[in-house]
Protein backbone atom coordinates (compact mmCIF):
# COMPACT_ATOMS: atom_id res chain seq x y z
CA UNK A 1 0.00 0.00 0.00
CA UNK A 2 1.12 3.40 -0.31
CA UNK A 3 0.54 6.87 1.47
CA UNK A 4 -2.79 8.95 0.49
CA UNK A 5 -3.05 12.74 1.13
CA UNK A 6 -4.94 14.10 4.37
CA UNK A 7 -3.97 12.04 6.63
CA UNK A 8 -5.85 8.83 5.46
CA UNK A 9 -4.96 5.53 5.84
CA UNK A 10 -2.38 4.70 3.19
CA UNK A 11 -4.13 3.20 0.06
CA UNK A 12 -4.82 -0.15 -1.42
CA UNK A 13 -3.07 -0.78 -4.99
CA UNK A 14 -6.44 -1.10 -6.56
CA UNK A 15 -7.53 2.13 -5.26
CA UNK A 16 -4.19 3.48 -6.68
CA UNK A 17 -4.73 2.01 -10.18
CA UNK A 18 -8.29 3.73 -10.56
CA UNK A 19 -7.29 7.88 -9.44
CA UNK A 20 -3.30 8.21 -8.86
CA UNK A 21 -1.90 10.73 -10.79
CA UNK A 22 -5.20 12.55 -11.71
CA UNK A 23 -6.91 15.63 -9.87
CA UNK A 24 -9.98 16.57 -11.87
CA UNK A 25 -9.83 19.97 -10.37
CA UNK A 26 -6.97 20.42 -12.56
CA UNK A 27 -9.01 19.66 -15.44
CA UNK A 28 -12.18 21.31 -15.59
CA UNK A 29 -13.75 18.64 -12.93
CA UNK A 30 -13.69 15.75 -16.22
CA UNK A 31 -14.37 12.72 -13.97
CA UNK A 32 -11.73 11.17 -16.05
CA UNK A 33 -8.52 12.26 -17.50
CA UNK A 34 -9.13 14.24 -20.89
CA UNK A 35 -6.40 13.25 -23.83
CA UNK A 36 -4.20 16.35 -24.24
CA UNK A 37 -3.68 16.24 -28.06
CA UNK A 38 -0.94 18.96 -28.89
CA UNK A 39 2.60 18.89 -29.28
CA UNK A 40 4.10 21.76 -27.97
CA UNK A 41 3.06 24.14 -24.97
CA UNK A 42 2.38 27.90 -24.91
CA UNK A 43 4.51 30.02 -22.04
CA UNK A 44 3.44 33.21 -20.31
CA UNK A 45 6.69 34.80 -20.98
CA UNK A 46 10.13 34.58 -22.19
CA UNK A 47 11.21 34.48 -18.10
CA UNK A 48 8.95 32.00 -17.70
CA UNK A 49 10.20 29.77 -20.97
CA UNK A 50 14.06 30.00 -19.36
CA UNK A 51 12.61 28.84 -15.54
CA UNK A 52 10.54 26.03 -17.65
CA UNK A 53 13.43 24.94 -18.76
CA UNK A 54 16.48 25.27 -16.15
CA UNK A 55 13.62 23.10 -14.43
CA UNK A 56 13.43 20.59 -17.08
CA UNK A 57 17.10 20.06 -17.74
CA UNK A 58 18.91 21.20 -14.78
CA UNK A 59 16.60 20.76 -12.03
CA UNK A 60 16.41 23.98 -10.88
CA UNK A 61 13.54 24.30 -8.50
CA UNK A 62 13.69 28.75 -8.30
CA UNK A 63 13.72 30.98 -10.28
CA UNK A 64 16.13 34.43 -10.20
CA UNK A 65 13.90 35.77 -7.80
CA UNK A 66 14.05 33.20 -5.40
CA UNK A 67 10.49 32.08 -5.94
CA UNK A 68 9.64 28.50 -6.17
CA UNK A 69 9.07 27.41 -9.94
CA UNK A 70 6.01 26.06 -10.82
CA UNK A 71 7.30 23.55 -13.87
CA UNK A 72 4.71 23.67 -17.02
CA UNK A 73 4.91 21.54 -19.90
CA UNK A 74 7.08 22.32 -23.08
CA UNK A 75 7.06 19.71 -25.58
CA UNK A 76 5.60 16.38 -25.67
CA UNK A 77 8.37 15.01 -26.34
CA UNK A 78 10.19 15.55 -23.09
CA UNK A 79 6.52 15.07 -21.36
CA UNK A 80 2.74 16.04 -21.02
CA UNK A 81 0.10 15.49 -18.94
CA UNK A 82 -1.13 12.15 -19.95
CA UNK A 83 2.48 10.93 -19.93
CA UNK A 84 3.16 12.47 -16.55
CA UNK A 85 -0.15 10.81 -15.03
CA UNK A 86 1.07 7.24 -16.03
CA UNK A 87 3.83 8.06 -14.23
CA UNK A 88 2.91 8.77 -11.08
CA UNK A 89 0.27 5.79 -11.59
CA UNK A 90 2.82 3.69 -12.20
CA UNK A 91 5.21 4.95 -9.75
CA UNK A 92 2.73 4.42 -7.42
CA UNK A 93 1.55 0.61 -7.94
CA UNK A 94 5.50 -0.40 -8.35
CA UNK A 95 6.20 1.69 -4.88
CA UNK A 96 9.03 3.79 -6.57
CA UNK A 97 9.76 7.26 -6.07
CA UNK A 98 9.35 7.60 -10.02
CA UNK A 99 8.61 6.17 -13.26
CA UNK A 100 9.40 7.39 -17.07
CA UNK A 101 6.97 5.51 -19.35
CA UNK A 102 7.92 4.48 -23.30
CA UNK A 103 6.26 3.73 -26.41
CA UNK A 104 6.81 0.13 -26.01
CA UNK A 105 8.92 -2.20 -23.45
CA UNK A 106 11.28 -2.87 -25.36
CA UNK A 107 11.72 1.03 -26.06
CA UNK A 108 11.84 1.12 -21.89
CA UNK A 109 14.65 -2.07 -21.43
CA UNK A 110 16.74 -0.28 -24.75
CA UNK A 111 16.64 3.04 -23.31
CA UNK A 112 17.96 1.68 -20.01
CA UNK A 113 20.48 -0.60 -21.56
CA UNK A 114 22.10 2.46 -23.05
CA UNK A 115 21.67 4.64 -20.26
CA UNK A 116 23.41 2.49 -17.91
CA UNK A 117 26.16 0.40 -19.90
CA UNK A 118 29.01 1.92 -21.58
CA UNK A 119 31.69 -0.16 -23.62
CA UNK A 120 33.86 -1.76 -21.82
CA UNK A 121 31.14 -2.88 -18.74
CA UNK A 122 29.75 -6.24 -18.45
CA UNK A 123 25.89 -7.44 -17.58
CA UNK A 124 24.82 -10.64 -16.22
CA UNK A 125 21.39 -11.86 -17.34
CA UNK A 126 18.85 -14.63 -16.65
CA UNK A 127 18.62 -16.90 -18.74
CA UNK A 128 15.64 -17.30 -20.56
CA UNK A 129 15.13 -14.01 -21.47
CA UNK A 130 12.33 -12.17 -23.54
CA UNK A 131 13.67 -12.57 -27.00
CA UNK A 132 13.74 -9.14 -27.93
CA UNK A 133 15.90 -8.58 -25.17
CA UNK A 134 18.41 -11.58 -25.62
CA UNK A 135 19.08 -10.03 -29.21
CA UNK A 136 19.67 -6.42 -27.60
CA UNK A 137 22.01 -7.86 -25.49
CA UNK A 138 23.47 -10.73 -27.65
CA UNK A 139 23.85 -8.33 -30.89
CA UNK A 140 23.43 -5.07 -30.05
CA UNK A 141 24.95 -4.51 -27.07
CA UNK A 142 28.27 -6.94 -27.59
CA UNK A 143 27.78 -4.66 -30.76
CA UNK A 144 28.91 -1.69 -28.60
CA UNK A 145 31.89 -3.26 -26.57
CA UNK A 146 29.50 -4.28 -23.63
CA UNK A 147 30.27 -8.02 -22.63
CA UNK A 148 27.49 -10.08 -21.82
CA UNK A 149 27.23 -13.23 -19.44
CA UNK A 150 23.40 -15.52 -19.17
CA UNK A 151 23.12 -17.59 -15.71
CA UNK A 152 21.00 -20.45 -16.00
CA UNK A 153 20.53 -21.01 -12.74
CA UNK A 154 19.48 -18.07 -10.84
CA UNK A 155 18.05 -19.66 -7.96
CA UNK A 156 21.51 -21.05 -7.45
CA UNK A 157 24.29 -18.89 -5.78
CA UNK A 158 27.54 -20.48 -6.88
CA UNK A 159 25.75 -19.94 -10.27
CA UNK A 160 25.25 -16.85 -10.05
CA UNK A 161 28.40 -15.67 -8.63
CA UNK A 162 30.58 -17.89 -11.20
CA UNK A 163 28.33 -16.19 -14.04
CA UNK A 164 29.14 -12.54 -11.85
CA UNK A 165 33.04 -13.42 -11.82
CA UNK A 166 32.90 -14.11 -15.40
CA UNK A 167 31.70 -11.20 -16.50
CA UNK A 168 33.46 -9.09 -13.65
CA UNK A 169 37.12 -10.43 -15.49
CA UNK A 170 35.80 -8.80 -18.87
CA UNK A 171 34.66 -5.50 -17.33
CA UNK A 172 32.98 -3.29 -14.45
CA UNK A 173 29.56 -5.48 -13.76
CA UNK A 174 27.18 -2.75 -13.92
CA UNK A 175 24.14 -4.86 -14.77
CA UNK A 176 22.37 -7.80 -13.40
CA UNK A 177 19.23 -7.30 -16.06
CA UNK A 178 16.61 -10.37 -14.55
CA UNK A 179 13.19 -11.25 -15.95
CA UNK A 180 11.26 -13.04 -13.11
CA UNK A 181 8.90 -15.02 -13.98
CA UNK A 182 11.08 -15.51 -17.07
CA UNK A 183 9.20 -15.15 -20.70
CA UNK A 184 8.02 -18.17 -21.44
CA UNK A 185 8.68 -21.23 -18.71
CA UNK A 186 7.53 -18.98 -15.79
CA UNK A 187 10.88 -19.83 -14.25
CA UNK A 188 11.74 -17.84 -11.27
CA UNK A 189 14.82 -15.72 -10.20
CA UNK A 190 15.87 -14.82 -6.53
CA UNK A 191 15.69 -11.02 -6.60
CA UNK A 192 16.72 -10.83 -3.05
CA UNK A 193 19.60 -13.47 -3.48
CA UNK A 194 20.66 -11.11 -6.34
CA UNK A 195 20.70 -8.03 -4.19
CA UNK A 196 23.13 -9.91 -2.17
CA UNK A 197 25.93 -10.48 -4.36
CA UNK A 198 25.63 -7.58 -5.70
CA UNK A 199 26.30 -6.08 -2.31
CA UNK A 200 29.08 -8.32 -2.12
CA UNK A 201 30.55 -7.36 -5.57
CA UNK A 202 30.52 -3.24 -4.10
CA UNK A 203 33.80 -4.37 -2.17
CA UNK A 204 35.34 -5.94 -5.29
CA UNK A 205 35.24 -3.25 -8.50
CA UNK A 206 34.20 -0.04 -5.87
CA UNK A 207 31.00 0.12 -6.76
CA UNK A 208 27.50 -2.25 -6.69
CA UNK A 209 25.80 -3.70 -9.54
CA UNK A 210 22.93 -2.31 -10.17
CA UNK A 211 20.25 -4.91 -10.67
CA UNK A 212 16.37 -4.41 -13.15
CA UNK A 213 13.86 -6.50 -12.86
CA UNK A 214 11.17 -7.10 -16.25
CA UNK A 215 7.78 -7.61 -14.13
CA UNK A 216 5.62 -8.15 -16.93
CA UNK A 217 4.60 -11.87 -16.33
CA UNK A 218 3.06 -10.63 -12.67
CA UNK A 219 2.81 -6.99 -13.12
CA UNK A 220 2.67 -4.45 -9.93
CA UNK A 221 -0.35 -6.49 -8.54
CA UNK A 222 1.05 -9.77 -8.17
CA UNK A 223 4.74 -9.27 -7.25
CA UNK A 224 7.21 -6.21 -6.10
CA UNK A 225 10.47 -6.35 -6.90
CA UNK A 226 11.92 -3.33 -5.17
CA UNK A 227 10.45 -4.89 -1.81
CA UNK A 228 13.32 -7.50 -2.31
CA UNK A 229 15.78 -5.43 -3.58
CA UNK A 230 15.78 -4.69 -7.42
CA UNK A 231 16.62 -1.01 -8.03
CA UNK A 232 14.54 -0.66 -11.15
CA UNK A 233 10.89 -2.22 -12.24
CA UNK A 234 10.53 -2.86 -16.09
CA UNK A 235 6.97 -3.65 -17.33
CA UNK A 236 5.59 -4.12 -20.52
CA UNK A 237 2.65 -2.00 -20.04
CA UNK A 238 1.69 -3.79 -23.29
CA UNK A 239 0.42 -6.86 -21.71
CA UNK A 240 -1.59 -6.98 -18.50
CA UNK A 241 -1.49 -3.30 -17.38
CA UNK A 242 -3.02 -2.74 -21.28
CA UNK A 243 -4.60 -5.21 -20.57
CA UNK A 244 -6.78 -4.97 -24.32
CA UNK A 245 -4.19 -6.21 -26.80
CA UNK A 246 -4.76 -2.59 -28.40
CA UNK A 247 -1.73 -0.96 -27.14
CA UNK A 248 2.25 -0.45 -26.98
CA UNK A 249 3.87 0.91 -24.26
CA UNK A 250 6.41 0.02 -21.32
CA UNK A 251 7.88 1.42 -18.17
CA UNK A 252 10.55 1.63 -15.83
CA UNK A 253 10.24 2.84 -12.18
CA UNK A 254 12.95 3.39 -9.40
CA UNK A 255 14.38 6.21 -7.33
CA UNK A 256 14.33 9.38 -8.97
CA UNK A 257 17.82 10.09 -9.73
CA UNK A 258 18.84 7.11 -10.93
CA UNK A 259 14.98 7.48 -13.71
CA UNK A 260 15.83 11.04 -14.11
CA UNK A 261 18.84 9.62 -16.48
CA UNK A 262 16.91 7.23 -18.42
CA UNK A 263 13.93 10.21 -18.90
CA UNK A 264 17.30 12.29 -20.32
CA UNK A 265 18.26 9.45 -22.82
CA UNK A 266 14.50 9.40 -23.49
CA UNK A 267 14.22 13.13 -24.59
CA UNK A 268 16.92 12.24 -27.01
CA UNK A 269 15.78 9.37 -28.23
CA UNK A 270 11.71 10.21 -28.84
CA UNK A 271 10.86 7.20 -27.55
CA UNK A 272 8.14 8.57 -24.89
CA UNK A 273 4.71 7.35 -24.65
CA UNK A 274 2.40 9.91 -26.23
CA UNK A 275 -1.08 10.96 -25.47
CA UNK A 276 -3.09 8.70 -26.67
CA UNK A 277 -1.61 5.90 -25.68
CA UNK A 278 -1.30 7.10 -22.48
CA UNK A 279 -4.82 7.58 -21.99
CA UNK A 280 -5.68 4.49 -23.14
CA UNK A 281 -3.13 3.08 -20.34
CA UNK A 282 -5.22 5.25 -17.62
CA UNK A 283 -8.37 3.76 -18.78
CA UNK A 284 -6.80 -0.16 -18.91
CA UNK A 285 -4.91 0.84 -15.38
CA UNK A 286 -8.56 0.83 -13.26
CA UNK A 287 -9.43 -2.73 -14.26
CA UNK A 288 -6.24 -4.31 -13.89
CA UNK A 289 -7.57 -5.90 -10.91
CA UNK A 290 -10.18 -7.58 -11.59
CA UNK A 291 -9.26 -8.70 -15.04
CA UNK A 292 -6.13 -9.94 -13.81
CA UNK A 293 -7.73 -12.35 -10.83
CA UNK A 294 -10.36 -13.55 -13.17
CA UNK A 295 -7.35 -14.27 -15.79
CA UNK A 296 -5.82 -16.15 -12.30
CA UNK A 297 -8.83 -17.93 -11.56
CA UNK A 298 -9.12 -19.34 -15.11
CA UNK A 299 -5.64 -19.80 -15.41
CA UNK A 300 -5.41 -22.23 -12.57
CA UNK A 301 -8.12 -24.37 -14.20
CA UNK A 302 -6.73 -24.56 -17.31
CA UNK A 303 -3.34 -25.60 -16.11
CA UNK A 304 -4.77 -28.35 -13.90
CA UNK A 305 -6.47 -30.08 -17.02
CA UNK A 306 -3.29 -29.97 -18.72
CA UNK A 307 -1.21 -31.24 -15.95
CA UNK A 308 -3.55 -34.63 -15.96
CA UNK A 309 -3.26 -34.97 -19.64
CA UNK A 310 -1.57 -38.12 -20.71
CA UNK A 311 0.06 -35.82 -23.95
CA UNK A 312 1.04 -33.19 -21.58
CA UNK A 313 4.68 -33.84 -20.24
CA UNK A 314 4.87 -30.88 -18.28
CA UNK A 315 3.51 -27.75 -17.18
CA UNK A 316 5.68 -24.92 -16.13
CA UNK A 317 2.52 -23.36 -14.18
CA UNK A 318 3.30 -21.68 -11.03
CA UNK A 319 0.59 -22.96 -8.33
CA UNK A 320 2.41 -26.23 -9.06
CA UNK A 321 5.63 -25.59 -7.47
CA UNK A 322 6.67 -28.75 -5.07
CA UNK A 323 7.31 -27.88 -1.58
CA UNK A 324 10.51 -27.57 -0.16
CA UNK A 325 12.13 -26.81 -3.35
CA UNK A 326 14.31 -23.88 -3.72
CA UNK A 327 11.71 -22.50 -6.55
CA UNK A 328 8.45 -22.86 -3.78
CA UNK A 329 10.53 -20.65 -1.18
CA UNK A 330 11.11 -17.94 -3.75
CA UNK A 331 7.26 -18.05 -4.86
CA UNK A 332 6.18 -17.86 -1.36
CA UNK A 333 8.38 -14.90 -0.46
CA UNK A 334 7.89 -12.81 -3.58
CA UNK A 335 4.87 -13.42 -5.33
CA UNK A 336 1.37 -12.89 -4.57
CA UNK A 337 -0.11 -15.15 -7.19
CA UNK A 338 0.85 -17.48 -10.21
CA UNK A 339 -0.51 -15.17 -12.97
CA UNK A 340 -2.10 -16.73 -15.79
CA UNK A 341 0.53 -16.53 -18.24
CA UNK A 342 2.66 -19.74 -18.40
CA UNK A 343 4.22 -22.80 -20.42
CA UNK A 344 3.54 -26.44 -21.13
CA UNK A 345 5.45 -29.35 -23.19
CA UNK A 346 3.59 -31.67 -25.26
CA UNK A 347 4.94 -35.35 -25.71
CA UNK A 348 6.36 -35.04 -28.71
CA UNK A 349 7.89 -32.54 -31.07
CA UNK A 350 7.22 -29.35 -33.24
CA UNK A 351 4.66 -31.78 -35.41
CA UNK A 352 2.62 -32.31 -32.69
CA UNK A 353 3.01 -29.14 -31.40
CA UNK A 354 1.70 -27.52 -34.79
CA UNK A 355 -0.98 -29.99 -34.57
CA UNK A 356 -2.48 -28.87 -31.77
CA UNK A 357 -2.43 -25.43 -32.50
CA UNK A 358 -4.29 -25.95 -35.76
CA UNK A 359 -7.40 -27.60 -34.16
CA UNK A 360 -7.73 -24.00 -31.94
CA UNK A 361 -10.07 -21.72 -33.10
CA UNK A 362 -11.74 -19.79 -29.90
CA UNK A 363 -7.98 -19.72 -28.16
CA UNK A 364 -6.30 -17.43 -30.73
CA UNK A 365 -2.74 -18.23 -32.39
CA UNK A 366 -0.78 -15.19 -31.72
CA UNK A 367 2.06 -13.86 -29.78
CA UNK A 368 1.89 -10.94 -27.01
CA UNK A 369 -0.03 -12.02 -23.63
CA UNK A 370 -1.86 -10.34 -21.28
CA UNK A 371 -5.07 -9.75 -22.58
CA UNK A 372 -8.32 -10.01 -22.32
CA UNK A 373 -8.90 -13.03 -24.92
CA UNK A 374 -6.70 -16.02 -24.35
CA UNK A 375 -3.51 -16.37 -26.69
CA UNK A 376 -1.26 -19.20 -27.06
CA UNK A 377 2.26 -19.46 -29.60
CA UNK A 378 4.95 -21.84 -30.40
CA UNK A 379 8.05 -19.88 -28.68
CA UNK A 380 10.63 -21.23 -30.72
CA UNK A 381 8.98 -20.80 -34.29
CA UNK A 382 7.49 -17.19 -33.30
CA UNK A 383 8.26 -15.23 -29.89
CA UNK A 384 11.85 -17.14 -29.99
CA UNK A 385 12.63 -17.77 -33.67
CA UNK A 386 15.69 -15.18 -33.59
CA UNK A 387 17.04 -16.61 -30.68
CA UNK A 388 20.18 -19.50 -31.92
CA UNK A 389 18.83 -22.63 -30.98
CA UNK A 390 20.98 -23.44 -28.07
CA UNK A 391 20.42 -20.07 -26.37
CA UNK A 392 16.76 -21.15 -26.72
CA UNK A 393 16.89 -24.60 -25.13
CA UNK A 394 19.15 -24.04 -22.47
CA UNK A 395 16.37 -21.68 -21.44
CA UNK A 396 14.05 -24.28 -21.57
CA UNK A 397 12.34 -23.73 -24.73
CA UNK A 398 12.06 -27.09 -26.17
CA UNK A 399 10.50 -28.03 -29.90
CA UNK A 400 7.26 -28.98 -28.19
CA UNK A 401 7.06 -25.86 -25.73
CA UNK A 402 3.81 -23.64 -26.13
CA UNK A 403 3.22 -20.55 -24.58
CA UNK A 404 -0.51 -19.93 -22.96
CA UNK A 405 -2.06 -16.78 -21.72
CA UNK A 406 -5.43 -17.28 -20.45
CA UNK A 407 -7.76 -14.37 -20.55
CA UNK A 408 -11.00 -14.09 -19.07
CA UNK A 409 -13.87 -16.39 -21.10
CA UNK A 410 -15.16 -18.48 -19.16
CA UNK A 411 -12.62 -21.42 -18.12
CA UNK A 412 -14.95 -24.48 -19.43
CA UNK A 413 -14.90 -23.22 -23.12
CA UNK A 414 -11.51 -22.81 -22.87
CA UNK A 415 -10.62 -26.05 -21.42
CA UNK A 416 -12.93 -27.87 -23.98
CA UNK A 417 -11.10 -26.44 -26.57
CA UNK A 418 -7.67 -27.65 -25.63
CA UNK A 419 -9.04 -31.45 -24.79
CA UNK A 420 -10.81 -31.54 -28.52
CA UNK A 421 -7.24 -30.08 -29.54
CA UNK A 422 -5.38 -32.31 -27.43
CA UNK A 423 -7.42 -35.67 -29.91
CA UNK A 424 -4.71 -34.88 -32.78
CA UNK A 425 -1.73 -34.77 -31.10
Not at 231 to 239: E, G, H, P, R
Request: charged share 20%.
Amino acid sequence: MASADGGRAPLHKETLAVGAGYEPSQAWGAAKPPMVLTSTYLFPSAQKAKDFHRAFFDGATHDVAGALIDPGFIYSRLSHPNLAMVETRMAALDEAEDCAAFASGMATISTLALTLLRPGDSVVHTQPIYSAADLLLNQVLTGLGVYVEPVASPLDADAIRAAAAVAAAKGPLRLFMLESPANPTSGLVDIALFRRIAEEMAGDQGERPLISVDNTFLGPLLQRPASHGADLTVTSLTKYCGGHSDLLAGSVSGPKALVAKVKALRTIMGNHMEPFTAWLMLRSLESLSVRQARACTNAAAVAQALRVHPKVASVNYLGFLQEGTPARAVYDRQCAGAGSTFSFTLEGGEAEAFRFLDQLSLIKLAVSLGGSETLICHPATTTHYAVPPSRREAGGILEATLRLSVGIEHPDDLIAEILRALEAV
